[in-house]
């Protein structure tokens, strides 16, 4: 199956073609009305892992399953970004992070192939489905036995530079419950760049996660255009606080990801 992981910058997913119209080049801003992945059971459904406790960098095969209120097991799902569901991990302190895409079997079961951790430490396993309609992100604890060494995080955080691309977050404030529009430059030897293909349907994908819970909040750009060398998410905060951003996008054909952190004021 296809992943996009840590470590940041270069990544692999199956190509994706874009065209000119706004529904090629972007969702409509806004993503989950609220944040989730706070608890492994929401909307009337629960998660249900094969396993927990990973040795780091041990690869297997890993299942989980999504109960509905009776415990019977959930069997259709409706895709939401091109895929039947996003599973995103990332430690707790919001640090290797991955992007996959579970492949559902006829019996429900959904299958991570080659599914690993780097390193120890506690990790948070995000499920992203929709059901009946319903949009829906649950969360859980993963452990990876061992040492564990925290890398220090700036306070703020803006520029980034992956392979032979610098990114750019543009917007300098964002305040909480205030609708704020996320603007990403892609340039590559200072130029903005021409060409950026359709990933998930759309031109990037972000994932903003708040430090102190790991709050999730799931959003997909607005209408950009392909050759701006430019990604626009409109998306609000719910809280002031410290929150990282996830951002991926494919510029000439190539899947990149890319970090940044941001500080939403009061």
């Keep these: 199956m296809a992943r996009e992981s840590e470590p940041l910058g270069m990544g692999e997913h199956s190509s994706h073609g874009h065209g000119s119209t706004d529904a090629n ?19 009337g459904l629960r998660l249900e892992p094969s396993e927990t406790r990973f040795e780091p960098e041990v690869p297997v095969h890993w299942t989980f399953r999504i109960l509905d209120e009776d415990g019977a097991v959930v069997t259709d799902f409706e895709e939401a970004h091109g895929r039947p569901s996003h599973l995103v991990v990332v430690r707790r302190d919001l640090t290797r992070f991955q992007h996959r895409h579970p492949e559902l079997q006829a019996d429900g079961t959904w299958l991570v192939e080659d599914f690993a951790v780097p390193d ?19 969360g859980f604890d993963l452990l990876a036995p061992g040492t564990v060494t925290h890398d220090e995080r700036p306070d703020a955080s803006r520029r980034a530079t992956t392979g032979n691309y610098e990114l750019e977050l543009l917007t300098d404030d964002v305040a909480a419950g205030e609708r704020t529009r996320l603007s990403f430059a892609v340039r590559r030897g ?3 760049v021409s060409e950026l293909e359709s990933y998930l349907g759309a031109l990037g994908h972000l994932v903003a996660l708040r430090e102190g819970d790991l709050a999730y909040l799931h959003v997909h750009p607005e209408a950009t255009a392909p050759d701006s060398g430019r990604v626009e998410f409109g998306a609000r905060f719910p809280t002031p606080g410290r929150y990282r951003l996830f951002f991926q996008t494919k510029p000439e054909g190539t899947l990149i990801t890319a970090q940044f952190d941001v500080r ?3």
């Design 25 to 43: 080049r972007g969702h409509a801003s806004g993503g989950h009305a609220a944040p989730g992945g706070l608890s492994l059971a929401a909307n």
């Design 120 to 138: 120890p430490g506690v990790y948070r396993a995000f499920v992203d489905v929709v059901v009946d309609g319903h949009p829906t992100t649950l």
């Design 190 to 192: 200072g130029e903005p």
């Design 264 to 266: 939403v004021d009061p």
